[in-house]
């Protein structure tokens, strides 16, 4: 298998050789001289006037420790000559201090083509769709239709993700859809009705066949699914069975091991309730310690590009107050700790680099068997632990009992201590491997359903009836 990574300079310098070992080699070439010609163009966007090109060649199988040198050697690369990194296998691109997706070329404009059959009008507010007597045609005739239904008030949530930023906010929604074919005449008119309803009414016009937005002054493609999974905010999540064991001795050696490792996701405000009355002075966190011991699952919030940290602490005290019969104490029952991240923390690799290296040692204090840094929301939710979360996660950790019953991890990942393997995305290993199907955790169950919530096919937990 192989991976080919190209590094933008301004000077012709070295940044490194060719290195190999059994079965696997990476292989440098360069410098070379570059016309604009010569480049693609989605790299023009992000290179500057970096001329000086290395190409690096990965084949074969990589071990980790062949990444990690090869991960250290890109980001002095960055660093020292600040250099431009594209990775053309996930679409990005990577500097010192950021990254991002690549961008489509601009092409010369073209003619619009003809509207696809289902289409969408998004609107500030609720304007009645047209009817026959507004319309210089029938609405319908043989073998053809035009429906109008609407206008629809949604959520934010019913408007499909790639329809969002072209919407802008408009909540009012026109589904159009044209039935049968429409001869030229009759294409000509419909254009001309939705160009009146976009200047009259400032509304957006998405066409869900051509994956096109058009206004009244603008039009193009809308967002690739790439572009939005870079806009996704994301978790760092930790799981840990013994929610007593970390709560309160260990709580304020996590804080601890914040402060000095990941200042950035230090709480400076917290409180049982919102809005949040208590607040982190300077490095002080003596009474944050305090109320987190008299409050498990106490409230917290960071800075920016960190959100809340919400933390899920079921302990035997608190689980006192469910009754016997509670729907509690029929499932696997867990501590976490979430922390949320805006979207531009993905932007910069320096604070990501920063969070993977944090995870291993809040595995270690917290006791976690899992921990993930995961762009969108971890599937695992609250106290309840199911199984192995499936999806694309940036970094993970794996700690006993999972380690066993995963043991093809540990050729993929480092090994830490206390039995623990991290895996992480790196260049030459974009994506991590999604986990045996039987420990994913299965689908939820229906809202509503008295049963107990599945597990996976192979749990190394004791059944919660039971444990």
Sequence with gaps: MSYDLSLYLRRAAAPFASFSGPGWQVVTHGPLGVEDEDIPPEHLAVIGARRQLWQIHIEGARPPEALDRLQALLDAALADHKAVLVDEQTGSYQ??????????????PEAAPPLGPSLRLYFSAPVPPPNATTLPYALEGKGWAFRFEGPRLLTSGQIPPAHRAAAGGRLHMWQVTVEGALDA?????????????????????????????????????LASAAWLSQQQPGELSFFFEDADAFHPSRA?????????????????????????????????????????EDTPDLLLKAATPFGHIFCSLLTTKALEGYHPDHFI????????????????????????????????????????????????????????????????????????????????????????????????????????PEPPAALLMPPPAPFGSPARSETAITFPFPPPATA
């Design 95 to 108: 500097t010192s201090r950021k990254s991002g997706p690549l961008l489509p070329a601009q092409r010369e």
């Design 185 to 221: 005449h009759r294409q000509d008119r419909l254009e001309v009705l939705l160009a009146s309803v976009l200047h009259t009414h400032d509304a957006v016009l998405i066409d869900e066949a051509a994956e096109r937005f058009v206004t009244a002054r603008d039009s193009g493609p």
């Design 252 to 292: 304020a050696a996590f804080l601890s091991a914040l402060a000095e490792h990941l200042p950035q996701a230090l709480p400076r405000r917290f409180g049982p309730w919102e809005p949040l009355q208590g607040k982190v002075e300077g490095r002080d966190l003596s009474e944050l310690a305090r109320a987190w």
């Design 329 to 432: 104490r029929r499932d696997c029952v867990v501590g976490r700790i979430s922390f949320e991240l805006r979207p531009k923390a993905f932007t910069d690799p320096a604070l990501i680099e920063a969070i993977i290296a944090f995870m291993p040692q809040a595995a270690e204090i917290t006791g976690a068997f899992y921990a993930e840094l995961r762009q969108g929301e971890c599937p695992q939710r609250s106290w309840f632990w199911r199984g192995l979360p499936p999806g694309p996660a940036r970094a993970l950790l794996l700690g006993p009992p999972y380690t066993a019953l995963w043991p093809e991890a540990a050729a993929l990942g480092t090994e830490l201590p206390g039995g623990r393997l991290l895996l992480r995305t790196r260049p030459g290993q974009p994506e991590l």
